[in-house]
């Protein structure tokens, strides 16, 4: 099992950044897929990014391509989402998330950080 918990969300004006962080416990934190989701007031839950356990290799959201990064340092078990030109529309909750593996559904989940963007 791992345990996940969030940080670094706040309020931040449009245009800004922040840097999420989510520290997992374990000791196998190097062989999990991480994930960043959010879920807006009103709205379902949706996927940001994520992280490969295997290459490192990255996907994301259409809507935060070219924006958001989503790295991990495996020494630290922790994984970030550094996030630049915010915009209102970021406004959520932001969870991190992990998956046993690629072919397995995202299992653990923390308990999530807010982010407000001001316009």
């Known amino acids: 099992q791992v345990q996940l918990v969030e940080s670094g969300g706040g309020l931040v004006q449009a245009g800004g950044s922040l840097r999420l962080s989510c520290a997992a416990s374990g000791r196998t934190f190097s062989s999990y897929e991480m994930g960043w989701f959010r879920q807006a007031p009103g709205k379902e839950r949706e996927f940001v990014a994520a992280i490969r356990a295997s290459d490192g290799r990255t996907d994301y959201a259409d809507s935060v391509k070219g924006r958001f990064t989503i790295s991990r340092d495996n020494a630290k078990n922790t994984v970030y989402l550094q996030m630049n030109s915010l915009k209102p529309e970021d406004t959520a909750v932001y969870y991190c998330?992990?998956?046993?593996?690629?072919?397995?559904?995202?299992?653990?989940w923390g308990q999530g950080t807010q982010v407000t963007v001001s316009s």
């Open positions: 998330a992990a998956a046993e593996s690629i072919t397995r559904p995202y299992t653990y």
